[in-house]
């Protein structure tokens, strides 16, 4: 299966999980504001504002050097790698964040990132709720993650406006982070 949106190619993109094959991603997910889509050829300049962005890599390792940034835009783009997607504005066809699912520490995990410029409208918590919506219909699992530094108010208003749970704290990298879960309704 393959498609397209705005003419961006999609690539299949597959991943074998025990009991399935699923692919990722095609067609895109439609919200009211905001599409999810995998990454195509054009999103790097976003992928490397964020990257590069100090406010929006505060809890996430700091800002990447330009070039490095760059290099994995170019990786990021080149797709074909299962979980990973962005996100779009539909107003403006922006691209305005990026994120995946991966499986960091034994459950599936959904990470994101907004650019700076478009926090604080409700867009974030759109395209997770799109990508967690997507995960329960087609996948079998009934566990979707997410970990968030402590200090991370925005991302933990974000996870409990969409009704994650929080099931405790644990360290990384010396800091107390968050672990919230997503479960099939
Ligand atoms: C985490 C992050 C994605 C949250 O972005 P965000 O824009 O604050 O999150 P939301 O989409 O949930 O937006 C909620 C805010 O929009 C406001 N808002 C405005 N219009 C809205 C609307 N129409 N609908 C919903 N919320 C709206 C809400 O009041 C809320 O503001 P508040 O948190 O100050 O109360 C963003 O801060 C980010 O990219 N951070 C850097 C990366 C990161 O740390 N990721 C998390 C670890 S994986």
Same mark, same amino acid.
């Given at each position: 299966?393959?498609?397209?949106? !705005? @003419?961006?190619?999609?690539?299949?993109?597959?991943?074998?999980?025990?009991?399935?094959?699923?692919?990722?991603?095609?067609?895109?997910?439609?919200?009211?504001?905001? *599409?999810?889509?995998?990454?195509?050829?054009? $999103?790097?300049?976003?992928? *490397?504002?964020?990257?590069?962005?100090?406010?929006?890599?505060?809890?996430?390792? @700091?800002?990447? $050097?330009?070039?490095?940034?760059?290099?994995?835009?170019?990786?990021?783009?080149?797709?074909? *790698?299962?979980?990973?997607?962005? *996100?779009?504005?539909?107003?403006?066809?922006?691209?305005?964040?990026?994120?995946?699912?991966?499986?960091?520490?034994?459950?599936?995990?959904?990470?994101?990132?907004?650019?700076?410029?478009?926090?604080?409208?409700?867009?974030?918590?759109?395209?997770?709720?799109?990508?967690?919506?997507?995960?329960?219909?087609?996948?079998?699992? $009934?566990?979707?993650?997410?970990?968030?530094?402590?200090? !991370? $108010?925005?991302?933990?208003?974000?996870?409990?406006?969409?009704?994650?749970? !929080?099931?405790?704290?644990?360290?990384?990298?010396?800091?107390?982070?968050?672990?919230?879960?997503?479960?099939?309704?």
């Amino acid at each position: 299966m393959s498609g397209a949106l !705005n @003419g961006l190619p999609l690539k299949p993109c597959l991943v074998w999980d025990a009991r399935q094959v699923t692919v990722w991603l095609d067609p895109p997910l439609v919200g009211e504001r905001v *599409v999810v889509r995998q990454p195509a050829v054009g $999103d790097e300049a976003g992928l *490397v504002e964020m990257a590069t962005d100090e406010r929006v890599r505060r809890f996430l390792g @700091g800002a990447a $050097d330009p070039v490095a940034a760059a290099a994995k835009a170019s990786a990021r783009v080149a797709g074909g *790698v299962w979980g990973q997607f962005v *996100v779009v504005h539909r107003g403006s066809g922006d691209l305005i964040g990026s994120g995946d699912l991966a499986r960091k520490r034994g459950p599936w995990e959904v990470s994101y990132q907004l650019r700076h410029r478009y926090w604080g409208r409700g867009l974030a918590a759109e395209a997770v709720a799109l990508v967690r919506g997507w995960f329960f219909a087609h996948t079998e699992h $009934d566990l979707l993650i997410a970990t968030t530094q402590q200090a !991370n $108010d925005r991302s933990r208003r974000l996870l409990e406006r969409l009704g994650a749970v !929080n099931v405790g704290a644990f360290e990384q990298y010396g800091l107390v982070q968050q672990r919230y879960e997503f479960y099939r309704s």
